[in-house]
């Protein structure tokens, strides 16, 4: 039972198309995060979200737009793809904000 | 100045050596401190969880934390193949949920 997933896995698309990443959680957990590794590896927070309500928004374009649903989803959406938006999108949970965070396994973004 | 600091290696050992892996910090607000494992094309799994300074231990790893020095530290006995993988520490502050990576350490462990 996959704790935390996404999906799709790998993404290939063309700059100025729109896509979205979904992301589903079945911990139970009412945090949820979006993180960016770029290509040297580097996690980035994106943004968090406590029972369905957004608390963090790092420096990130208007271009991505995350929705949750409900406790257990988080989808990421991205208009006008560009080159430098190629990385792997990595979705977390945790029970609280004092948790340790529990990702899932990543969508590998292509931009092309 | 980066808020955590890690050498990104590679660092390589034969099997079942002692590996020390290292990380700095420099915000003294940070009070949660994590290890995280990630295999290649795998998210990061959470390995080790401590709270202020002191050790930790679970089966071969140990994780310590100084916080006068703002040091962190994950040692691992007997090493193993399978422990090959990027170490990823992370701090946290109390009531702010930004975890703050470190950019990783590359493990190679050769039979």
């Not at chain 1, 911990?27 to 963090?56: A, P, V």
Request: aromatic content about 12%; proline content about 5%; overall charge neutral.
């Amino acid at each position: 039972d996959t704790a935390v997933s996404q999906t799709p896995k790998y993404l290939v698309t063309q700059m100025g198309n729109d896509k979205s990443i979904k992301c589903e959680q079945n911990l139970g957990h009412d945090t949820m995060y979006w993180y960016k590794q770029d290509s040297k590896k580097f996690l980035k927070i994106m943004f968090s979200y406590n029972n369905k309500e957004l608390i963090i928004n790092e420096t990130v374009p208007n271009r991505f737009s995350p929705k949750s649903p409900d406790k257990a989803h988080l989808n990421l959406h991205i208009n006008s793809l560009e080159l430098g938006d190629s990385a792997v999108y990595f979705c977390a949970s945790s029970q609280d904000v004092n948790s340790p965070l529990h990702f899932g396994n990543g969508t590998r973004l292509t931009v092309t | 100045q980066k808020e955590v600091e890690q050498d990104p290696g590679p660092l390589s050992v034969p099997e079942g050596a002692i590996v020390s892996l290292n990380c700095t910090y420099s915000n003294s607000a940070f009070q949660y401190f994590m290890w995280y494992r990630q295999y290649s094309r795998k998210g990061p799994e959470l390995l080790m969880y401590t709270y202020s300074s002191g050790n930790k231990e679970d089966g071969r790893f140990t994780a310590q934390v100084d916080k006068s020095s703002k040091y962190i530290s994950l040692f691992i006995r007997d090493s193993q193949p399978s422990d090959s993988a990027t170490y990823l520490c992370a701090t946290l502050n109390s009531g702010y949920s930004t975890l703050t990576f470190g950019k990783g350490t590359m493990l190679l462990v050769s039979p």
